[in-house]
């Protein structure tokens, strides 16, 4: 099949899943690779992007890799898919992220679907539609925080240096964003650094 492989690459965030996996369920991060960039999405305080751009299988955070998942082929181009990775920062944003209900598994489902018309694999966000379902299964203590590298070299005081391109993470930000990061009357004076929020399941 023609077009660049997506893959899905899928992170444990919790000890538990070596016991849970093998029955469907578990705790995890995922990203989305395509055209040797990973996309994921975390949460924080900020009404901005929450999307995020690593190198491939490279997660931030207390988080261990298990397994990528050739999720399907893509047509478009690689400023094509940054286009829509940027779009979905527009409905993704820091400070929408929850636990249960829109967290980097249903960020990886969406843009999977985008990019190949398949969704991403149901058992990597099975337990988080189960705790809806049951209002409180998963105790937020299981959840190590990740912190999004994304707005971290705008917000805090020291930049976050991840091993891709300074301009792939600035253009994860919509063009009403990074105005919005860049005025000098949109954060205080003492800019605090991105709080380590409980993102992922």
């Not at 843009?111 to 209002?135: D, E, S």
Request: proline share 9%.
């Amino acid at each position: 099949m023609g077009g660049e492989p997506v893959y899905l690459n899928i992170y444990d965030l919790s000890d538990q899943n070596s016991w849970t996996y093998w029955c469907g369920v578990g705790i995890f991060h995922s990203g989305l690779e395509v055209c040797g960039v990973e996309y994921a999405y975390g949460g924080h305080e900020y009404d901005v992007s929450g999307v995020f751009a690593t190198n491939p299988k490279d997660a931030p955070g207390p988080v261990l890799f298990r397994e990528s998942v050739l999720v399907g082929h893509t047509q478009m181009s690689p400023q094509h898919v940054q286009q829509a990775v940027q779009e979905m920062g527009e409905q993704y944003k820091g400070n929408a992220y929850h636990l249960l209900q829109r967290n980097c598994n249903h960020f990886s489902n969406d843009l999977c679907v985008k990019l190949t018309g398949q969704p991403a694999p149901l058992w990597i966000n099975r337990l988080a539609g189960m705790a809806v379902m049951l209002h409180c299964l998963i105790p937020t203590a299981w959840v190590p925080p990740l912190s999004p590298p994304t707005a971290s070299p705008v917000l805090g005081p020291e930049p976050v240096h991840v091993d891709v391109h300074q301009e792939e993470r600035q253009g994860l930000l919509s063009p009403s964003d990074r105005q919005r990061l860049h005025s000098k009357d949109a954060w205080p004076a003492q800019q605090p650094q991105l709080q380590r929020e409980a993102l992922h399941t």
